[in-house]
């Protein structure tokens, strides 16, 4: 009676099979179930399994047996793994008992089990004859040997013991990694033929971790091939480098390129002028990033397609006659170092045209040679001396005007100089972008759309979305 209330209960879990599956395959359980309650009520049940081969992997390991059953030993050597962390190394205790039925004699017996235990394996061990290495096959391939039980000698294994069996074999059958789907299907049409009721196989290292293993960690280790890894290549601890200073939109700041002996640039370090806290912080983490990326390989080039030309606030002209125009200071900054480190880039960009004899010119010459071989006083170049133009006696230039111009509005370097000035063209720019510096060094940004904004009188103004700050 318990008994026929378990094939019920076998009954009703029918009913509650997924019906996303096919019908027939429920109809048939159902027709199958019913057939053995009515069975059961009529003859009553009995146990179907008298014999069976139970699981004794665990067993062997509380008997302190190397195996029990019809399982062959994993290795000769294993390495098991232990549940807190590292690895117990075990040796089949097996080995001694066996050569000596086979006729060895003391001193071959250790010598064999010391190289065993040196090498993992027993293949090539001193004394040993080829023809008794069949006798210490195992299941998988030692981690120094060639051979191991083939899968088919597994399933002939079983088939010899299954006919004394009522029920199933628990052993499994263990494969090699490097089997095949078409091997392992055909595994199981070898154990259909034989006559067995169930079929295990496992392959070996298809599990992340698994109990017992042929190779210590440090096997395992040596046996992977080393990931290729990015290599920093450092700066000396003392080395030359190029400090340039530049204006944008007024905004003025400091560029220090660190170079390596031959004159290839590996550090960059960013200074702004009136900068505050957070600014200052951004660019010194930019300027360590690129450091870092120039150290690790990254080509100067990759960087300057990557980051010139980019366009934010500030923004505008420049003193620079090789950049007139700045889109953003990063955008100077990365086409400054490009014309400064990259040979031809300052021909292309500029059409060809031949470096002028500007200060700034003189020193981006100077760093494209080996750093070793730039002395430090070629790194700045003299400036030009501008030859004087004609001027009378009385200060005045030679059409008459004693104001300091031409005539024609323009002034007169030539005045500028005797005042003791000596002034060009391009010191009147410089002056002209100072005064303007001065002026917005309190334009705060746009609180619209963050763009910096211009003095409008008492108010400040943005150019880029026209909103107007403190004034209705």
Request: proline share 6%; aromatic share 6%; with cysteine.
């Amino acid at each position: 009676e318990p008994f026929l209330r378990v094939m019920q209960m076998h009954r009703k879990a029918v009913e509650e099979i997924n019906d996303a599956g096919p019908k027939y395959l429920k109809d048939a359980a159902r027709e199958l179930w019913d057939q053995v309650l009515a069975d059961g009520r009529r003859g009553g049940f009995r146990n179907a399994q008298a014999t069976v081969l139970a699981p004794t992997g665990t067993i062997s390991f509380m008997m302190d047996c190397d195996t029990t059953g019809i399982e062959p030993d994993i290795a000769l050597v294993k390495y098991k793994q232990l549940a807190g962390g590292g690895m117990m190394k075990i040796i089949n205790r097996s080995v001694p008992q066996g050569l000596k039925v086979l006729g060895y004699d003391d001193p071959e017996i250790k010598a064999i089990v010391d190289y065993l235990d040196a090498n993992d394996t027993i293949e090539g061990a001193p004394n040993l004859k080829d023809e008794h290495l069949p006798v210490f096959d195992c299941a998988f391939k030692p981690a120094n040997g060639t051979r191991s039980i083939s899968w088919k000698a597994h399933i002939k294994m079983m088939a010899a013991a299954q006919p004394f069996l009522s029920g199933a074999i628990s052993k499994t059958v263990n494969m090699p990694e490097d089997i095949t789907p078409d091997e392992i299907a055909e595994s199981y049409t070898w154990g259909w033929r034989m006559g067995l009721k169930a079929l295990a196989i496992y392959r070996d290292g298809s599990k992340l971790s698994q109990p017992l293993n042929t190779k210590s960690e440090s096997d395992k280790a040596k046996g992977k091939e080393e990931k290729a890894r990015p290599r920093r290549e450092r700066l000396p601890d003392t080395r030359q480098s190029v400090t340039h200073k530049f204006n944008v939109g007024g905004h003025e700041g400091y560029i220090n390129v660190g170079l390596y002996p031959d004159g290839r640039p590996g550090e960059l370090f960013i200074t702004m002028a009136k900068e505050g806290s957070t600014v200052g912080g951004l660019m010194d983490c930019f300027g360590t990033a690129i450091s870092m990326s120039l150290q690790y390989g990254v080509p100067l080039e990759v960087l300057v397609n990557k980051f010139s030309h980019t366009r934010f606030e500030p923004m505008g002209h420049t003193t620079n006659p090789d950049v007139r125009i700045a889109k953003s200071v990063v955008d100077y900054i990365f086409r400054w170092m490009a014309i400064t480190f990259m040979p031809g880039y300052r021909e292309a960009a500029l059409g060809g045209l031949k470096d002028s004899a500007s200060p700034q010119n003189g020193g981006e010459a100077a760093v494209r040679e080996p750093a070793t071989k730039t002395p430090a006083a070629k790194l700045t170049a003299p400036v030009a001396e501008k030859p004087a133009s004609p001027s009378t006696t009385n200060g005045a230039s030679s059409n008459g005007n004693a104001n300091g111009t031409n005539g024609h509005g323009k002034v007169d370097f030539a005045v500028l100089d005797r005042a003791g000035l000596n002034m060009n063209a391009e010191q009147v720019d410089h002056n002209r972008s100072d005064l303007f510096a001065r002026f917005q060094s309190d334009a705060p940004s746009c609180d619209n759309c963050g763009s910096i904004t211009v003095r409008n009188g008492n108010c400040y103004l943005c150019h880029n979305c026209g909103n107007s700050m403190g004034c209705s």
